[in-house]
């Protein structure tokens, strides 16, 4: 019988940043079964996210946020484990970043930043109602005291965000877990951070195995999860690789 559920948020869970009826019926309706939101988003980004599905402020529920790199009991916001990035990590990232045509992200625990940043994503911050700030000058000296969380290149074409990949030296690479989301974020968290490497902890700190969690996703940063799940599913909007790991994958997309 299975007893934890993670699932993604963006292009998974959520239609225009809200959990639709449907789904909050389902979530309501689950006896014994922990429903668990694994996202790429900050705890404070799902807030509202978690008051749609009854488990804000709550005892004994958890949230899985920067793709495994923090993970909260609902609870007074309890942080149970948190992996973030040093400032000079952030700072190589950032110095390559330059050299891209791209919008720069940088999450802070509270916080996120955005440099070079393009109006689609400034609407797109604001309707997540995420605390954000645009800075004018490409320079992140002023965060070398900061928690950093994870790092962020922006640019709605998947195939130049692959080609920036491909551009970056290999001891770039092998230092950074890198994962791709919502078809316009090439995402830099430390080595090992994961969805699935974060399934694994929650599983292990509540006793429970991993065969029986189910993961929900759609996208490159899922994949990890859906592989660990007992049973892996993606919505039917994903791509052909990633359904091809699932083992199911839903009749409809997320709208």
């Known amino acids: 019988m299975y007893k ?37 988003r900050s705890f404070l980004m799902i807030e509202d996210i978690l008051k749609e599905i009854g488990t804000y402020q709550q ?16 609870k007074e916001a309890q942080i149970l484990s ?5 400032f000079e990590e952030a700072k190589l990232l950032f110095d390559w970043g330059e050299k891209y045509h791209v919008c720069v992200m940088i999450f802070t625990l509270d916080h996120c930043y955005l440099f070079r940043a393009e109006p689609s994503e400034i609407e797109r ?33 998947m195939d130049y965000l692959k080609s920036i990949e491909k551009d970056l030296p290999e001891t770039i690479k ?12 090439l995402e830099f968290n430390p080595l090992g951070v994961s969805k699935g490497a974060a399934l694994k902890w929650l599983a292990n700190y509540l006793h429970i195995d991993t065969k029986d969690v189910i993961a929900i996703g759609d996208n490159y940063n899922d994949v990890s999860m859906i592989e660990m799940a007992g049973l892996g599913v993606c919505v039917a909007g994903a791509s052909q690789d990633i359904q091809d790991i699932s083992d199911y994958v839903t009749t409809v997309d997320y709208d």
Do not use: W
């Open 4 to 40: 934890m559920i993670l699932s993604d948020l963006d292009e998974t869970l959520l239609v225009n940043h809200h959990v639709p009826k449907m789904n909050q019926d389902a979530i309501h309706q689950m006896k014994d079964v922990l429903f668990v939101p694994a996202t790429g």
């Open 59 to 74: 005892s004994h529920q958890y949230s899985i946020c920067f793709n495994g790199g923090l993970i909260v009991e609902n």
């Open 82 to 86: 948190f992996q973030g990035l040093s």
């Open 125 to 157: 911050k604001t309707a997540q109602k995420a605390a954000f700030s645009v800075v004018d000058e490409y320079n992140m000296d002023f965060l070398k005291d900061a928690k950093i969380a994870k790092f962020l290149y922006v640019k709605p074409d």
């Open 174 to 185: 092998q230092q950074f877990s890198i994962s791709y989301s919502s078809y316009r974020y």
